[in-house]
C-alpha cells in the first residue's frame, strides 16, 4: 500500500509568489491535515479537511489556503510567500475526522528567497 | 494553555541505556497523547499513543508513562539502539479542539555505539 505522497518534494519560491502543494492520502482515508515545521520546531497545524470540507483552521494568514478534492486528494496554496514561510510543510491522512493514528508523508520543503 | 513543553532539547545515551524524554502540559482537556519519532527528511511516524485513564502503556520497547495528577507524560525507550538515533515529538489532542494535534518542540536523541 502507498503511503502519504507528497509532492513536489522540494521547491524554491521568490518572496511574493504563490505556491500549490500536493498530497495524495492513503487510500480511504478520508481526512487530510496540513501542518507546518519550522527548522528545530514541532509541526504547527493548519489546515484540517474531512469528507471536503474544511473541520479545523490554525492561527495562520488567509494567506494560507487549501482544499480537498472528491477523491480525499489535497491542495494547500500559499500565497504572497514571506521569507518565513521556508519550512518543511507535511500532510498526515487518516481515517477518521478526530486526529488519531494520522500518517505523515515526508513533506514538502520550501524555500523562500 | 494549548502549549505542550518537552525537554530536553537534546540527548545522548550509549548504546543499551534507557532514554527519557519529558512533557508536560497545563490544559486539562488534552484527552489523547501521542509520541512521534522523526528521522531526517521524513515526516514524524507514530510510536506511541496514550489516553489520561492510563498510567502506563508498552508498546515492544517503548513505553508511554502518564502522570494526570502532575499534568506530565514521558517516553522511555528500553534498551536504546544506534538506530533510535532520531528526533522525537510528544503531542496532545482535545476532543472537538480543532481536530489538531499540538506538538511539544522536539527532543534530538543520539544513541551512541
Known amino acids: 500500500d502507498a503511503g502519504v505522497t507528497q509532492s513536489p518534494t522540494h521547491l524554491i519560491k521568490t518572496r511574493g509568489q504563490q505556491v500549490t502543494l500536493r498530497c495524495s492520502p492513503i487510500s480511504g482515508h478520508k481526512s487530510v491535515s496540513w501542518y507546518q515545521q519550522v527548522l528545530g520546531q514541532g509541526p504547527q497545524f493548519i489546515f484540517q479537511y474531512y469528507e471536503k470540507e474544511e473541520r479545523g483552521r490554525g492561527n495562520f494568514p488567509d494567506r494560507f489556503s487549501a482544499r480537498q478534492f472528491p477523491n480525499y486528494s489535497s491542495e494547500l496554496n500559499v500565497n504572497a510567500l514571506l521569507l518565513g514561510d521556508s519550512a518543511l510543510y507535511l500532510c498526515?491522512?487518516?481515517?477518521?475526522?478526530?486526529?488519531?493514528?494520522?500518517?505523515f508523508g515526508s513533506g514538502t520543503r520550501l524555500t523562500v528567497v | 494553555q494549548q502549549q505542550v513543553k518537552q525537554s530536553p532539547q537534546s540527548l545522548i545515551v550509549q548504546k543499551g541505556g534507557i532514554p527519557i524524554i519529558n512533557c508536560a502540559y497545563e490544559n486539562t482537556a488534552f484527552d489523547y497523547f501521542p509520541w512521534y519519532q522523526q528521522f531526517p527528511g521524513k515526516g514524524p511516524a507514530l510510536l506511541i499513543a496514550i489516553r489520561p485513564d492510563v498510567s502506563e502503556k508498552k508498546e515492544g520497547r517503548f513505553t508511554i508513562s502518564f502522570n494526570k495528577s502532575a499534568k506530565q507524560f514521558s517516553l522511555h525507550i528500553m534498551d536504546s539502539q544506534p538506530g533510535d538515533s532520531a528526533t522525537y515529538f510528544c503531542?496532545?489532542?482535545?476532543?472537538?479542539?480543532?481536530?489538531?494535534?499540538?506538538f511539544g518542540t522536539g527532543t534530538q536523541l543520539k544513541v551512541e555505539l
Open positions: 503531542a496532545a489532542s482535545i476532543r472537538g479542539g480543532g481536530n489538531k494535534l499540538t
Open positions: 498526515a491522512s487518516s481515517f477518521e475526522q478526530l486526529p488519531y493514528g494520522y500518517t
